[in-house]
């Protein structure tokens, strides 16, 4: 092994190693070399290690930082000329192991730079090698050295569109195209650049925003023995995009593919929000691997117990919670967003178990958490799109608290409530109506408005909305954990059979309600997060739980865009509806001054019942200054009901929208019918929406297309 060691004096040698300075941490590129800096506060020495192959066993050279000159408080420094960007490397750091007392330096294990834009898995990467004592260099990811300048935007730009008209899109890169049945190049399937392929695809889906499930490197091994983590929540490298999703092989490929992804959704209209993951690591809790944060500092990164300095306070259900209490944890989040939004151009970040974030170094939740604070200021981050999961592992649930006035949630409620109210369930009513308008009774303080909530009926953690209506239960053996794992709370309904079926009643009636969870979503004030494949029914056959299924059970079937050819007709008219009307971009909640005319029915005008035995409701909204008028009316009951009509001014009648008990393309007709008569017969357990016209009482068409 050739180890350098920076000495204390000048150099003669003008292609030696020199001092270094502290910043920028990380791996900084000029023109005359490389700047490396990495924290430790507890490392007694820190060595740099240049590779120059992913498969090594051992460094090409090693570079001894000397404690004199190349620390300077807790930051270890060092420069290397000549050298560029593409350069594989590594941390070995040393110092006390001592477990019981919150330290677990090993200075056999090769680290990960915590500021490593990108980072490669050699074939045989073994998270059980980082987890066991010993030299793990020839199976350990290494750090890659980028120049975060080299690239050519054209141009591009973060799009900063406003978040009243957003429609998200949560979807998992490599799942949206990894079936063969994609149509996506066999080379290009799972990746960054099949995605770019499937852009189209969304164009005319009419999202407007697409949330990534994690694309910061993570372990793929994280998972039980014979399984692969197909999720990402484990991450590994923050600033890095995960390499098994670049189709191009060298060490620079992931960074660039990943640049041509947001490049192209911008080209297109359609911002891109990242799945962040910052309460935790996938170092795990005792007896996990050392890949970096633990190997440099782990007592700094993370909530330690104070009582046993050998575990850890887990607030996240993964064995460990990081420390977003110290300084240097907090910059380290503040600069990997800054970093995704400077050089990566991404236009916002849905924060994964935000809750834990806002948890003080005794466990205690803050009242002003800082970094929650720090990111809401944050200048560079003051035109992005930041949503918070609001919650984690430990039962802390702040979706009506969260901090901040530009937060916006996960609403948690409106998704069960939802749920409850489409299938049936009593005692509904009420919350289904304040769901409808934006949950202003669960967004209480004045400065709130209707953007603040993040309305969601599925997600990728649950059931896909064609199983929410297919399946009582979870399914989840096929993730060998014999069903415990995954919520038994889903609140879903078969509608009278569980799982497939050739009943036509049956799945007449589940088609039924995957469309009235579809017009729930969509009428509600609030911004609507759709999950992918639902337009098309996507099922993983009552698995809640596929973060292991890295197969067709939580892939994209593309067979479905035409197997399902009617709902994604239906799906895609009133994306384009909605984002027509004003009535949906509004800013304060309906009935407020300022906003749209908001009327409460029942079955009788005027007469809404958001009793415990009310199964049905009925909203009117009136746009005066855009001439918008709506009437929605939502029949959860097991019966037709017959509701009145409000009656319109002179030469206006109501027109019929949509009514997801009729057959495609009946359920959204592109000739929208009058009324003739003053009340309208809504079938058992469906949506209809009229929208009032004035002219001529011929059918009239709807161009939404």
Known sequence: MNISQVG??????????RPGITFPIGATVSAAGTNFCVYSRGATSITLALFDDAEDAEPALCVRL???????????HVFVPGLCAGQLYGYYADGPDQPDQGSMFDRQKLLIDPYAFAVVLPVGYSRAAAARPGDNTSTAPKSVVVDSDAYDWEGDQPLKRAFDDSIIYELHVRGFTANPNSGVNAAERGTYAGLIDKIPFLQDLGVTTVELMPVLQFDPQDAPEGFTNSWGYQPMALF???????????????????????????RAGIEVILDVVFNHTAEGGPGGPVLSLRGLDNPTYYLVDPNARGTYDDYTGTGNTVNANETIVRRLILDCLRHWVQHMHVDG??????????????GSPLKDPPILWDIE?????????????AWDAAGLYEVSTFVGDRWAVWNGRYRDTVRRFIKGDSGQAGGFADSLVGSAQLFQRPDRDPTRSINFVTAHDGFTLNDLVSYDAKHNLANGEDNRDGSDSNDSWNCGVEGP????LVGQLRG??????????????????????????????GNTNTYCQDNELSWYDWDLVKGEAGLLRFVRKFLAFRRGSFLFTDRHFWGEPGSARLIWHGVELHQPDFGEDSHSLALELIHPARSEHLYVIFNAFWEA??????????????????????????DFPDLPQPLADATCLVAARSTVILIADQGSSEPAPVALD
């Open 8 to 17: 204390s004096g000048p150099s003669e040698n003008s292609s030696a190693p």
């Open 66 to 76: 000397d404690p004199e000159t190349n620390r300077t408080y807790h930051y270890w």
């Open 240 to 266: 890095a995009p995960h390499s098994a999703y670049s189709s191009r092989r060298e060490p620079l490929g992931p960074v660039q593919e990943f640049r041509d992804l947001v490049k192209a959704f911008h």
């Open 349 to 362: 970040f849905r924060f994964d178990l935000a809750a834990a974030l806002s948890r003080g170094e005794d």
């Open 377 to 389: 200021t944050d200048p560079v981050l003051a035109g992005t799109k930041i949503i918070a999961e």
């Open 501 to 504: 079926t050739d009943d036509p």
């Open 512 to 541: 039924q309600q995957v469309r009235n969870f579809f017009m729930a979503l969509l009428v509600s004030q609030g911004r609507p997060m759709m999950l992918m494949g639902d337009e098309v029914r996507r099922t993983q056959r």
């Open 641 to 666: 009901l017959d509701f009145s009509l409000p009656v319109l001014p002179d030469g206006q009648f109501w027109r019929g929208l949509v009514d997801t008990a009729q057959p495609s393309p009946q």
